[in-house]
């Protein structure tokens, strides 16, 4: 598997963010009176049928193969799907995204437990830095029944990150995000029946339209969690903070108070720095690993 730099994973993290920002959105046109299982259902099944196309060439080869870690991650992308549409339809986009933006920290320790990842002072510290600015922006005085979805939602986030190492690493992307997608479609229909609601078609296209965006960011994570330790990076998915923020202010007039800005510093700044922080540590790296190359006989 070739080798990606923290700077290249952060990076496509940003843009990953930024672009699934745009999927909340589509979200949160629904209001909240939206049949909520009915819409998952939708967005699972275009999801599938977005990708088909771009797995087809590959072949049935290998394709079944870690069948259980996908059927994990599929009813823990659903379980997360549902909380998310009941957390942005019922408080400010940016107050949402704020919480989904946990996951980073829930993977710090998560990945400790998991996987015997090695926490650096710098990632902590940011981590810490990071949490704090969320609990700002939330104001933990106010935490209801929708900030509870939200922070199920960003544990879903979190578990799923982690558990893409568990996934055959020949399996290619749009496959791998197939088969999540695909292997939670019997659950979801069944919840959609459960549901109760009348069939609303008017939701598919805001589904496929959601679901496009949602699996460019998903993409991006099998990516760069399959390549990078997810400590070095998983900060940079706060990025996409900044993108709510804008889209909550120009789409539904929400506007951040200073409060918000005060939590969002917290949470950016720091990331910037662990960046720089990386970056000299791989150029030391790389500079030593040069050094003892040419003073080799």
């Known amino acids: 598997m070739p080798v990606m730099s923290v700077g290249v994973a952060m990076t496509l993290l940003v ?22 299982f009915q819409f998952v259902f939708f967005r699972q099944i275009t999801a599938v049928l977005i990708l088909l196309p771009f ?41 949402a995204n704020a919480i989904f933006y946990a996951a980073p920290l829930l993977m710090l320790p998560l990945a400790y437990l998991l996987y015997k990842e090695q926490l650096s002072r710098y990632s902590m510290l940011a ?7 969320v609990l700002v922006i939330i104001r933990p005085t106010q935490i209801d ?15 799923n990150n982690l558990l893409i190492r568990k996934l055959p690493p020949y399996q290619s992307v749009p496959q791998t995000l197939l088969l999540t997608n695909a292997a939670g479609i019997p659950v979801s229909l069944c919840l959609a029946l459960w549901e109760g609601e009348r069939w609303d078609w008017n939701l598919l296209m805001t589904a ?14 099998v990516a760069t969690y399959r390549r990078v330790e997810s400590n070095k990076i998983a900060s940079a998915e706060y990025t996409g903070l900044l993108g709510a923020v804008g889209i909550g202010l120009i789409w539904f007039d929400e506007i951040p108070d200073m ?3 005060a939590g969002t510093a917290l949470i950016i700044v720091p990331l910037i ?20 190359i040419e003073n080799s006989p």
Not at 19 to 36: C, N, Q, W, Y
Not at 68 to 85: D, E, I, Q, S
Request: aromatic share 8%; hydrophobic share 55%.
């Open 259 to 261: 409060t918000m800005l």
């Open 15 to 36: 843009v990953g963010n930024l672009i699934a920002v745009f999927s909340d959105a589509l979200v949160k046109t629904l209001g909240e009176d939206v049949a909520v």
């Open 145 to 159: 029944w929708a900030a509870i979805a939200a922070l199920i939602v960003a544990l879903t986030l979190a578990g």
């Open 208 to 221: 496929a339209g959601s679901s496009a965006f949602i699996l460019v960011y998903a993409g991006i994570c």
């Open 55 to 95: 797995c087809l060439h590959r072949g049935r080869a290998g394709l079944m193969d870690g069948l259980k870690w996908h059927t994990l991650r599929a009813h823990v992308w659903l379980l997360g799907a549902v909380f998310m549409v009941v957390a942005i339809n019922s408080m400010p986009l940016a107050t």
């Open 273 to 292: 720095w662990l960046a720089r922080v990386e970056q000299q540590k791989s150029r030391r790296l790389h500079a030593s690993q040069t050094s003892v």
């Open 127 to 133: 981590g810490l830095v990071g949490f704090v600015g």
